[in-house]
């Protein structure tokens, strides 16, 4: 079952402007991260943030969390078109022995030129 | 580094038939991870492994679907017969340790005809 759950499913919006996704999730957390999927690729990792951590910034990428909202946001920032693509958050749980990311269904970012 | 490795990128098959995935993980890393993506159900996580030992197949559809995973550099992914259903882009991950990020591999695009 998917723990992250993104919101909203579906984001468009004009190059410069800045893009906001959120993440919900339901357990306790080690870290929370996100990835970015261009069409037809893999995912690749964008950030990752400690459950001890409330923010953190990565050139045009900001993330935040909210462990007792059990909640994140990515913030892109001056968007290029060039970011558009699907990002998903992924969470380790607490107690995660068997080493597995949860991933939520992600968010599909549109930015127009 | 290559990176996580897949082959073949591309398989086209009819009903019936036998399919292998193939997958190389980054050197080093010790848990592997098969996830399938389709537009109707996104990432489902199928199988991951331990140090080539199986943790969790619970995401695994069916009987029809198989994993091994005999050294540190080699899976594959299994679908004997494989079924129209079974179409969708099909995801090899590896990462190091626990509580870091998760790297993928390209993926493979199956179409079962």
């Known amino acids: 079952s998917q723990q992250g759950e993104e919101d909203p499913q579906a984001l468009s919006i004009q190059e410069g402007e800045n893009a906001t996704m959120n993440c919900s999730y339901k357990t306790s957390i080690n870290n929370l991260q996100w990835y970015r999927q261009n069409s037809g690729r893999g995912l690749v990792h964008l950030i990752l943030i400690r459950s001890n951590e409330r923010e953190k910034h990565s050139g045009r990428l900001r993330v935040t969390l909210d462990t007792s909202k059990k909640s994140s946001s990515l913030l892109i920032t001056a968007s290029r078109a060039a970011d558009t693509a699907s990002y998903f958050c992924?969470?380790?749980?607490?107690?995660?022995?068997?080493?597995?990311?949860?991933f939520g269904g992600g968010t599909r970012l549109m930015v127009k030129p | 580094d290559a990176g996580v490795i897949q082959s073949p990128r591309h398989e086209v098959t009819e009903m019936g038939q036998e399919v292998t995935l193939r997958c190389k993980p980054i050197s080093g890393h010790n848990s592997l991870f098969w996830y399938r993506q389709t537009m109707m159900r996104g990432l489902e996580l199928l199988i991951y492994f331990n140090n080539n030992v199986p943790i969790d197949d619970s995401g695994m559809p069916e009987d029809r679907f198989s994993a091994k995973m005999p050294n540190a550099s080699f899976s594959t992914l299994k679908i004997q017969p494989s079924e129209p259903r079974d179409s969708a882009v099909y995801f090899c991950?590896?990462?190091?340790?626990?509580?870091?990020?998760?790297?993928f591999g390209p993926g493979t695009r199956l179409t079962v005809l």
């Open positions: 992924a969470t380790d749980a607490d107690n995660n022995a068997g080493n597995m990311l949860t």
């Open positions: 991950a590896s990462r190091d340790s626990p509580y870091n990020e998760q790297f």
